[in-house]
């Protein structure tokens, strides 16, 4: 572990004298890699509040340009980033927050050719897409790469977020929650349906908590319980994610043991 | 009987914008048919054709997934909460 210049132990000092963190907790976050698939609504609080952290390492993982559309809800770009790759739109911003963060941009979408080259640098995965085919190859592949996975999601006015580890000999994967995806067409998504902008805020934030909790090795992490946020009525709620014993991906006998395109699978164009 | 019963925004065109529905029934499925007999259409937004949940919605009796308990015919007693859970994808 490296040692803490005088200028990061002012920079992380209210973390520092935090006794659950310390400098050790300090030292764990600028170590470790963190993969932060989708740049956007969720994508743009967790990167802030990571890099804000001092996690050493943030990869963002996005093919889309930033559109006027997106600025209700994605801190990470400003208006005069319309129209820029958002990784590098967010590179930049994270660079001005915190400047000893190393940021990996990724240029592409996340798909079953590269998904297991791109996690393979990473400690922990934050899945913050906008699509079911990202989601289960999100899953799919950190599973097989032995990462903890922060997974959040969100619609109008709820949002979702649960931990699924595969070093917890009980964790659940995200097949074990939601075995299959809907059938394309039935749900709407956030540009149809709208998405109330700080339910991002909010559902990223949590996400970037279990984050640092997990790399920290802090707390009770959500591994096993899935937490239900609802704004409108501004109750939280956890429910019990149970690991699925006939789970074709983590249960004793798998039948996905290499990535799919969902795309195809799902049958829907994102 | 008295079940509360909390509905996800994107069902809620089913149950006249209601956030939570009171119904009755000792099982599931009973709720579910009360549910919709107020509300039709209630019942196939969260029942498959094939008379099982359907895949991509999971149903939680307070906080227990009904999958890992009878599904349809979990009993239910008075001041339950059932919580029905679509799979989102939004970020």
Excluded: W
Excluded at chain 2, 71 to 83: I, R
């Amino acid at each position: 572990m490296r040692d803490l210049s005088e200028e990061q132990v002012h920079r992380y000092a209210r973390h520092i004298i935090l006794p659950e963190v310390g400098g050790e907790g300090q030292r764990r976050l600028m170590d470790s890699k963190v993969l932060v698939v989708g740049a956007g609504g969720l994508g743009s609080p967790v990167a802030l509040y990571l890099a804000a952290a001092g996690v050493g390492t943030l990869g963002l993982v996005d093919d889309d340009l930033v559109e006027l559309t997106n600025l209700q809800r994605q801190i990470l770009h400003g208006t005069s980033d319309i129209g820029r790759p958002k990784v590098e739109s967010g590179r930049d911003t994270i660079a001005h927050v915190n400047p000893e963060v190393e940021v990996r941009t990724h240029l592409v979408r996340l798909g079953s050719g590269n998904a297991m080259d791109i996690l393979a640098g990473y400690d922990l995965v934050v899945d913050g897409s906008d699509n079911f085919p990202t989601r289960y190859l999100a899953n799919d592949a950190a599973r097989m790469g032995g990462l903890p996975l922060v997974t959040g999601a969100i619609f109008q006015f709820e949002g979702q977020v649960t931990v699924f580890d595969p070093r917890v000999d009980v964790s659940p994967c995200y097949r074990c929650l939601f075995p299959n995806p809907p059938p394309p067409g039935s749900v709407p998504n956030c540009a149809q349906a709208g998405v109330f902008g700080v339910l991002a805020g909010v559902v990223g934030c949590i996400q970037a908590t279990e984050a640092i909790k997990v790399l920290t090795g802090i707390g009770r992490p959500l591994v096993g319980s899935l937490l239900l946020y609802d704004a409108l009525e501004m109750s939280f709620t956890k429910v019990r994610v149970v690991r699925d014993e006939r789970c074709p991906l983590c249960g004793p006998e798998p039948s996905i043991t290499s990535l799919i395109d969902y795309e195809h699978f799902c049958g829907v164009n994102t | 009987m008295s079940i509360q019963v909390r509905i996800p925004t994107v069902l809620r065109k089913h149950t006249g914008d209601q956030a939570t529905v009171q119904a009755s029934g000792t099982t599931l499925a009973q709720v579910i048919d009360d549910i919709d007999a107020r509300h039709p259409g209630f019942r196939a937004a969260v029942v498959s054709e094939d008379g099982a949940l359907h895949r991509f919605i999971n149903v939680y009796v307070n906080d227990e997934d009904v999958r890992f308990l009878e599904s349809l015919q979990t009993p239910l007693k008075d001041g339950d909460t059932v919580s029905v859970l679509p799979a989102v994808a939004g970020g």
